[in-house]
C-alpha cells in the first residue's frame, strides 16, 4: 500500500464533499418523501427490538448488565443499527446507481459512503430516545463522553471499510447481498448488542470476545452510561484494525473502479 | 500537450462477448480454472472477447472540436466512457486536462421523486460543480431548460423533453476545459436545439477542447473543423466535410448481388455543364447525373428513378421516377449496355447532398437495382443561414 495513493484517494474525497453532502442529502429526503413515518423509522425500530430484547431478557432470562437493561439494549442496539443500516444500503448502492455508475464520472466511493452517513444521521436522531431513557433511568456517564467522538470516529472507519468492500462485491456477485442478510443478523448475536458475549463462556466465548466489534460497541456503554474510559487494550485494537481496514478497503476499491462500468 | 486537452494515445479497449459470471457459483469453476493453468491474464484477445476500439490516437486542442462519427457500435460511446474515466484502456493512454464536462445522458443523476430544484443541486453536484456556482446560476438554469413554473414540480411529473431539457441546461452551465458530447441533439424542439448548438459555439469559443459524438452530421459539421470515422478503428480522420463524405459513402444500403439483377447500374458520374465531373458545385448550377447501365435479362417497361437528399438527416429533397416509354427506350435484350444523362439544376441551399439512381421492374414490381449513393455533392454558397431549397431570393425596393 502506497501512502501517495491513500492521500490522492482523500484529497479526490475532499474535492468532491459537496457530492457527499448532496447523496446524503437526497437519500434522506427521499425517505421523507416517501414515507409517512419519516425520519421516525430511525427511532421505531430500536425501540421495538429493545422492547423485545427487554421482555427476553429481564422476565424470561433475566441477565445482570450492571446497567438497566433498556438502556444497556437500546444503547447496544442504536450502535448496531447504525452499521447494520449502512451496510444494508451501502451493499446495494452501486448497483442501484447504475446509471450514474455506467455514465458520469465521479468518485464511486461516494455510494458507500453516503450510505453510511444516512445512517449516522439516523443514528443521532436514535440517539434522541437514549437521552431520554438516559434521563428516565437517572443514568450519566459524566465527562467521559467527550470521548464519545473517538468512538464514533472508529465505529464510522469500521462500517465504511466494510461497506466499500461489501459494495464491489455486490457489483461483481450478486449474491453478496443474500449472504450479506444472514451474516448481519448471526452476527448481532455474536456481538455485545443485547447481552455481554463474555457470557457466553468456553472456547466459543473465548472467539466471540475476539470481534473487534465488541470493543466498538461496549466503548459507547462505557463512555455514555458508565463514565469509564473504553476498555484499553481491546478498543485501541479495534481502532487500529478499523484504520487499517478502511485504508485497505479503500484501495482495493479504488483499483476494482475502472472495472464497475464493464461488469455492473 | 496544453494545460486542458484531450490525448488518446493508441487506445485498445477489449470487451467480452456473451455472459459474465454474475455470481459466486460461477466464479469458483472460473478461479480454479485460472489457477490451475490458463495463466495469467493478459492484454491479448482471449475466447468470446473482441476489440471494441483498436489502435485510436487523437489529440484535440484548447478552441478546438473534433466529430466523432460512425455506424451504430463503432466504438464511438465507447471512446466517450474511456475518455470520461469510466472504463479504462486496455492498451494505450488516455489523457484529459482541466475540467470535464460530458454531455452524456444529462439527466442520469435525476431523481423521479425530488423537485426540478433539488435535482439542480443534486446534478449539479454530480457534474462536480460547487453549491455556491448552481446557486448563482440557478436562475439562469431554469431559465434556459424554460422550466421556470415547473421548478417546483417533482421530475416524476415532467414530460421526458422537459426532463431532457434540464438536465442539458445544468451541464451547459458548467464551465468545461474539457467537453464531451454525445448525442444530446435529439432532445427537445428545435429552438433548444438551436440554443443547444450556439451553446456548444459558445464553449469552443471560450476555449474548450470539444470531443462530439453525434450521428447528425449536419451538426458535426457546424461545429467541429475535424472529424473522426470510427469503425473500431480509425477509418479516416481530417477535416470534417471530407470524411463525412467518406462515412456517408460507406454506410448505405448494401445492393443486391450482380447476379440477382436484371438491369445493373454500372457507372454513376456528377458533371457540369462543360462536362467536368465535380463534387463541388455553386448554388443553381445546371449539372448532370450521368448513369450507365448492363442489362442481364431481357426486360421492357422499366422506371428510373433519381433522388436527392440532405447528406446529414437523409432529408429527401427530390424523388421522382421515370419511365423507359418517355425516354423512348425500348425493349432491352441481354448485355445491351445504355447511358442515361439526368440533367438538373442544383436549386439547393449550401451544405451536403447524396444523388441516388434505381431502377424498377414495372412487370416484376422489384428494384433491379439500387445504388445511393452514386454521387455527393457539396453546394458552396454562403447566402443562406438555413434551409434546403435556393428559392433565389432577389429583394429590391418596390417603387
Given at each position: 500500500m502506497r501512502f501517495d495513493d491513500m492521500r490522492l484517494l482523500i484529497r479526490e474525497q475532499i474535492e468532491y464533499r459537496e457530492l457527499l453532502v448532496q447523496m446524503v442529502r437526497r437519500d434522506l429526503l427521499l425517505r421523507y418523501k416517501q414515507t409517512i413515518m419519516g425520519f421516525g423509522w430511525a427511532i421505531f425500530m430500536p425501540l421495538v427490538n429493545t422492547a423485545i430484547f427487554s421482555l427476553v431478557f429481564m422476565r424470561v432470562a433475566p441477565i445482570d448488565t450492571g446497567l438497566p437493561y433498556p438502556l444497556y439494549a437500546y444503547c447496544g442496539l442504536l450502535a448496531w443499527n447504525f452499521m447494520a443500516s449502512s451496510l444494508r444500503f451501502g451493499v446495494v448502492s452501486l448497483t442501484s446507481n447504475t446509471s450514474l455508475v455506467t455514465k458520469i464520472y465521479f468518485p464511486r466511493e461516494i455510494f458507500p459512503f453516503a450510505a453510511v452517513f444516512v445512517a449516522l444521521v439516523d443514528a443521532a436522531i436514535g440517539s434522541l430516545v437514549l437521552i431520554g431513557l438516559m434521563a428516565w433511568y437517572g443514568v450519566w456517564g459524566g465527562p467521559a463522553i467527550l470521548l464519545l467522538p473517538v468512538v464514533v470516529a472508529v465505529h464510522v472507519m469500521f462500517t465504511a471499510g466494510i461497506a466499500l468492500l461489501l459494495a464491489m462485491s455486490h457489483l461483481f456477485y450478486r449474491d453478496v447481498k443474500y449472504l450479506f442478510d444472514v451474516v448481519v443478523s448471526v452476527a448481532m448475536f455474536a456481538t455485545s448488542v443485547v447481552y455481554p458475549v463474555e457470557r457466553v463462556g468456553g472456547v466459543l466465548g473465548q472467539v466471540l470476545a475476539m470481534n473487534p466489534l465488541n470493543a466498538i460497541i461496549d466503548a459507547y456503554r462505557a463512555v455514555l452510561l458508565r463514565g469509564t474510559a473504553p476498555a484499553p487494550g481491546p478498543f485501541l485494537a479495534a481502532a487500529v484494525i478499523s484504520v487499517m481496514l478502511l485504508c485497505v478497503a479503500w484501495m482495493v476499491f479504488h483499483r476494482g473502479e475502472l472495472a464497475f462500468a464493464e461488469h455492473i | 500537450m496544453a494545460a486542458t486537452g484531450v490525448l488518446f494515445d493508441g487506445v485498445w479497449k477489449k470487451f467480452q462477448r456473451g455472459e459474465r459470471h454474475d455470481s459466486l457459483r460461477d466464479l469458483i469453476p472460473a478461479l480454479v480454472k485460472r489457477a490451475v493453468g490458463a495463466g495469467p491474464r493478459t492484454s491479448e484477445l482471449q475466447e468470446a472477447e473482441f476489440w471494441a476500439v483498436r489502435d485510436v490516437s487523437f489529440e484535440v486542442q484548447p478552441g478546438q472540436a473534433l466529430g466523432i462519427i460512425g455506424p451504430n457500435g463503432a466504438g464511438k460511446s465507447t471512446v466517450l466512457k474511456l475518455l470520461n474515466r469510466i472504463l479504462a484502456p486496455t492498451r494505450g493512454r488516455c489523457e484529459i486536462r482541466g475540467r470535464v464536462g460530458a454531455l452524456i445522458e444529462v439527466a442520469a443523476g435525476f431523481h423521479p421523486d425530488l423537485t426540478g430544484r433539488e435535482n439542480v443541486y443534486l446534478q449539479g453536484a454530480i457534474l462536480h460543480m460547487k453549491r455556491t456556482e448552481i446557486a448563482r446560476r440557478f436562475d439562469e438554469i431554469v431559465e434556459f431548460a424554460g422550466l421556470c413554473e415547473f421548478i417546483d414540480t417533482p421530475v416524476k411529473r415532467y414530460s421526458s423533453g422537459m426532463n431532457a431539457r434540464l438536465g442539458f441546461s445544468i451541464a451547459a452551465h458548467l464551465q468545461p476545459d474539457v467537453l464531451l458530447i454525445d448525442e444530446v441533439l435529439s432532445v427537445g424542439d428545435m429552438g433548444f436545439q438551436q440554443r443547444c448548438v450556439d451553446r456548444m459555439s459558445e464553449f469552443k469559443r471560450q476555449g474548450a477542447s470539444i470531443v462530439f459524438v453525434s450521428h447528425n452530421l449536419q451538426a458535426v459539421a457546424g461545429l467541429c473543423e475535424r472529424a473522426l470515422f470510427l469503425?473500431?478503428?480509425?477509418r479516416a480522420m481530417g477535416p470534417s466535410p471530407e470524411v463525412i463524405e467518406q462515412y456517408v459513402r460507406t454506410a448505405d444500403t448494401p445492393r443486391a448481388?450482380?447476379?440477382?439483377?436484371?438491369?445493373?447500374?454500372?457507372r454513376t458520374e456528377v458533371l457540369d455543364a462543360s462536362g467536368r465531373q465535380i463534387v463541388m458545385a455553386p448554388a443553381s448550377a445546371a449539372l448532370t447525373l450521368r448513369v450507365s447501365y448492363r442489362v442481364h435479362r431481357a426486360v421492357e417497361d422499366l422506371l428510373f428513378g433519381f433522388l436527392a437528399y440532405r447528406s446529414s438527416d437523409r432529408l429527401p429533397v427530390y424523388d421522382a421516377n421515370f419511365g423507359s416509354e418517355e425516354m423512348r427506350l425500348g425493349a432491352l435484350a441481354p448485355g445491351d449496355e445504355f447511358t442515361i444523362d439526368f440533367r438538373f439544376r442544383a436549386n439547393l441551399a449550401r451544405g451536403q447532398y447524396h444523388l441516388g439512381c434505381h431502377v424498377y421492374d414495372r412487370r416484376t414490381q422489384e428494384y433491379t437495382d439500387r445504388l445511393c449513393p452514386s454521387g455527393i455533392l457539396t453546394i458552396d454558397e454562403s447566402?443562406?443561414?438555413?434551409?434546403?431549397?435556393?428559392?433565389d431570393v432577389a429583394p429590391s425596393i418596390a417603387t
Open positions: - | 469503425h473500431r478503428e480509425v448481388p450482380a447476379g440477382a439483377r436484371a438491369v445493373e447500374i454500372t447566402r443562406t443561414y438555413a434551409g434546403i431549397a435556393n428559392l
